[in-house]
């Protein structure tokens, strides 16, 4: 039925957390927040598989939905539009057909690459599920098994390990030590060594290597269990020589290395200045060209770079694993052709690469032209550990197979402070390179292999809007929100979430959908990390947005108290100028604290002095508390700075024609607004007002009939009202005739709050005349005329 009622056009109102989930989105629905009743085994008769639930929406939000549909007709409709084009576009019975037959193509593949009974041991190859790391449902959604890149099988220790089965002691010892130069960080490699010479016999050295296992992964069982075991012996045998000088690892003092890997395709432009800031500090520089025709490969080989060919297959993982197969430093640090190190971080940089207990690094990057917007973090610097790869076919990552070693070794995961440079997300380029299209195409595929990943489906969300697809792309966000929320908070990553809430609530705002954005920062996933001061301000403007200014003012003061901190995702820039203070004093305003609201409005216009929009808010609030004058003053000085700006007219307007005294100056300001910016339907009814209550009615008719035509209804509505004030029959307006009463009664209430008794008579006079253009009009009037027991002409 909710589907039926959204492909006839019409908005829904539905509970959140249903079966509805999956069709109904709050761009075109309001979804309430309920709560599940528990049903029992039963319902009726009838006897359930397993306990039933009903969901019980929020009754304050159904009331306020309900207030909200029938207050807001055009609201109504445009969401009704919306979500008959959702329906139309995603939810027919073709749509439904050929998702069914994706299932079972799916699950047809799923059955061909079933592994046999017994499955694969831990050192053989293996596959990684393309929907292991993120909700429940994945694991009920037939799953496309992905190879493990070569990369992840470097430094495997599968034949060392056959050979002391069989106890081929010096061969499992030589394949041990080439796996641990293959891969410096394997705590792994170290303990099968130990292992390896206790069974020579050779307990002295066993212990070392085992104790290298230990200090390397301090959370690593197996290294501890093996040093409770008594380890006699101290005959080392011929060809028996610790590999001290193959890879110091953590423990054994000497310098890391660094290897320095990127992947390129014609980067001229940028790979000089990225391969020059790192030349001080790698060991080993890793180039994977992607089909160059420029002097990419050249340029990379005079910085002493390896460079290797790879055949582009739409795939930046692949590429990343490329080069990271070939990576033989004990640290890795992954960058693109367009970045840079701080050569100012290098001495940072060696610091984390000799912290002992950390595995990996998330870098801040900062965009070049962005940088008042503060920097995000990014997994580039990690040990070069076995089984570390990428997923993902763009906006590819290598973050789940490092916390899959970090949580068995002990070891952590940190934010860096080595700073990256990133040139490549300027404007100019993104258009230049067509980004935009070639990632969503790229992430259309990766979400076909990892459909729950929250990482792809916000980036998809991002790239969506960036090319104009608003709705399609909150849709994406909305389901990256939900993914990330159904995960136990241990699994959440700090700036991963940061970043989402950021960019979905942003986007929410500009879409003008403020409920969603309340919910979303009031939502647990939102509580659990706390709200950063950017987060606070798009908080404080929804809620401005929907009247709420008390909430608003607190939510405005958070964001002041933290704008300085640091965030783990891009700030709102505005956070650190004047908006924060600005909107606070607008809500004190309403609010009616006058002294608070001028404290804020102080420290907004030290913040930026030359702010026009402050300033002209401010010119309404010293009008507002008794000081038009100066409020008057300042809109003077702002239109000598830009004299075509209709925002600043339209506020002197206001204030002038508030006050009976100010009229003559109404007129003038009204009558210079015009000549500077002819045209503006707020600035033309501002002097049709002046005119009126000045009296000059043939002259605001002159100008009404002097607009091109078709006319608004309100200057249609205005042209009745100067035939009735000047004693003319009033003509036949053309635009429709109950849009045209209704900006009469517009136009006769403005003429009440204006104090304008003398032209109220006139119209009360005539309403036998205004009956005959605006019937509508001329009824309400009459019937508000006798409640009030005034007399009507007959």
């Known amino acids: 039925p909710v589907l039926e009622a959204m492909a006839c056009g019409l908005p829904v109102i539905v509970t959140a957390g249903g079966a509805t ?40 939000a159904l009331r306020q939905a309900l207030r909200q549909a029938f207050s ?18 995603f939810w027919t019975w073709e749509h439904a057909a050929r998702r069914a037959a994706d299932r079972m193509r799916a699950l047809a593949r799923a059955d061909s690459q079933t592994q046999p009974e017994g499955g694969h041991r831990q050192d053989q190859p293996a596959t990684v599920s393309a929907a292991s790391s993120t909700s429940p449902a994945a694991a009920r959604r037939p799953q496309t098994p992905l190879p493990l890149p070569a990369c992840a099988l470097v430094g495997h ?34 303990l099968l060594l130990a292992e390896i010479a206790f069974a020579a016999g050779d307990g002295e050295d066993a212990r070392l290597c085992a104790e290298q296992a230990r200090c390397m992964a301090p959370g690593f069982k197996p290294a501890r269990k093996f040093l409770n075991r008594r380890l006699k012996g101290g005959s080392r045998p011929h060809w028996l020589q610790l590999p001290r ?40 520089i890793v180039v994977v060209d992607t089909g160059s025709t420029d002097w990419t490969k050249q340029i990379a080989e005079r910085f002493g770079a390896e460079v290797y060919d790879f055949a ?43 912290e002992p207990s950390v595995i990996a690094y998330r870098l801040p990057i900062l965009d070049v032209g962005h940088e008042t917007e503060g920097c995000s973090y990014v997994p580039r610097l990690f040990r070069n550990a076995p089984g570390l790869f990428y997923v993902g076919r763009v906006h590819e990552q290598v973050f789940s197979s490092i916390e899959v070693r970090r949580a068995e070794w002990g070891l952590e995961n940190r934010l860096g402070r080595t700073t990256l440079i990133h040139h490549g997300y300027t404007s100019e380029l993104t258009r230049q390179r067509q980004k935009v299209q070639r990632n969503l195409a790229l992430l259309e595929r990766a979400l076909q292999e990892m459909p729950d990943e929250p990482h792809l489906l916000m980036n998809y969300g991002l790239e969506l809007i960036r090319s104009g697809q608003k709705l399609s792309g909150l849709r994406q966000y909305e389901a990256a929100f939900q993914r990330l929320s159904a995960l136990p908070p241990a699994q959440v990553v700090p700036e991963l979430c940061e970043t989402l809430l950021t960019q979905f609530t942003s986007h929410l705002l500009g879409a003008g959908q403020f409920d969603r954005v309340v919910q979303v920062l009031h939502s647990p996933l ?54 924060p203070n600005h909107c606070l004093a607008l809500c004190l305003t309403r609010l009616q604290q006058t002294e608070a609201a001028a404290e804020a409005f102080a420290a907004a216009l030290a913040e930026d002095p030359k702010s026009r929009p402050l300033r002209r808010d401010y010119a309404q609030f010293l009008a507002q508390t008794g000081q038009p004058i100066e409020g008057l003053k300042l809109l003077h000085q702002l239109i000598g700075e830009e004299p075509t700006d209709p925002a600043t007219w339209a506020v002197g307007g206001e204030i002038a024609l508030s006050r009976p005294e100010f009229i003559e100056f109404a007129c003038d300001w009204t009558g210079e607004a015009l000549k500077h910016c002819p045209g503006v339907p707020q600035l033309v009814t501002q002097r049709i007002q002046a005119l009126l209550l000045h009296h000059d009615v043939r002259e ?55 104090n304008a008794e003398a032209l109220v008579g006139i119209v009360h006079s005539k309403l036998d005349r205004l009956a005959q253009v605006l019937p509508t009009a001329s009824d309400l009037l009459s019937k508000a005329l006798a409640e009030a027991a005034q007399p009507v002409a007959v």
């Not at 020059?276 to 500090?281: A, F, I, L, P, Q």
């Open 21 to 60: 989930d999956d069709f109904v989105h709050d761009a075109f629905a309001w979804r309430l927040p309920a709560q599940r009743r528990p049903l029992g085994d039963t319902v009726g008769s009838l006897k359930l598989v397993r306990p039933g639930w009903v969901l019980e929406p929020d009754r304050d």
């Open 72 to 89: 807001q007709p055009d609201l109504c409709r445009q969401r009704g539009q919306l979500a008959a084009q959702h329906a139309r576009q």
């Open 157 to 190: 220790l599968g034949q060392a390990r056959r050979l002391l089965e069989q106890h081929k002691l010096p061969a499992a010892w030589a394949a041990a030590c080439a796996a641990l130069k293959q891969r410096p960080f394997h705590p792994e490699a170290w």
């Open 245 to 284: 000088a193959v890879g110091p690892g953590p423990c054994g003092g000497a310098k890391p290395r660094l290897t320095v890997c990127l992947i390129a395709r014609n980067e001229e432009r940028f790979i000089g200045q990225c391969l020059e800031s790192v030349r001080g500090v790698a060991d080993q």
């Open 312 to 354: 582009w297959c739409d795939d930046f993982s692949a590429a990343r694993n490329a080069a990271l197969e070939r990576a033989t430093g004990d640290w890795v640090l992954m960058l693109d052709a367009d970045e840079q190190v701080r050569t100012d971080d290098w001495p940072t940089l060696k610091q984390e690469l000799a």
């Open 526 to 579: 939102a509580k659990a990390g706390g709200l950063t001061a950017s987060m606070h301000f798009t908080l404080g403007l929804a809620l401005m947005e929907l009247g709420q200014y008390d909430q608003a003012a607190e939510q405005m003061r958070h964001c002041l108290a933290k704008r300085d901190l640091p965030a783990l995702s891009p700030i709102n820039p505005e956070i650190r100028k004047a908006g």
């Open 700 to 754: 605001a008719a002159e100008i009404i009939r002097s607009l091109p035509l078709p006319r608004a209804a309100r200057f249609e509505a205005a042209l009745v009202l100067c035939q009735l004030l000047s004693d003319a029959e009033p003509s036949q307006p053309a635009a429709p005739e109950p849009q045209v009463s209704r900006e009469f009664v517009w136009w006769y209430r403005l003429l009440l709050e204006r």
